[in-house]
């Protein structure tokens, strides 16, 4: 088992969402996040003001999945979150030892 993390542009969710329910993909968890990489946060304006946005707001998608769903989930975040401009986000595979339902104690592929 895999664990995909994805930092993503919010308003790419539903592009990201419908890629991945229309692969097959059924459980994913979102979370609001804050951060930032080479964009280095962004200059804005308010009432004549100009502040820096040193944190940019993103979303964190998290997917468990089987090893061999891995490259199909990746290239489908891949092609619903891009823009091509900096900022697009990042993804992240880490392995998963164990996965346990706290419901039913069912395990790893029953568990997902």
Request: without cysteine.
């Amino acid at each position: 088992m895999k664990k995909i993390e994805a930092i993503i542009r919010p308003f790419k969710l539903d592009e990201v969402k419908i890629a991945l329910v229309n692969a097959g993909i059924v459980g994913m968890t979102v979370s609001e996040v804050r951060g930032f990489g080479r964009q280095k946060g962004q200059t804005e304006r308010y009432r004549g003001s100009e502040y820096t946005v040193e944190f940019l707001q993103k979303l964190k998608i998290e997917i468990v999945v089987e090893e061999n769903q891995v490259d199909l989930v990746v290239e489908k975040i891949i092609s619903a979150a891009r823009t091509g401009e900096i900022g697009d986000g990042k993804i992240f595979v880490t392995p998963v030892d164990e996965i346990i339902r706290i419901r039913t104690g069912e395990k790893d592929l029953e568990a997902v």
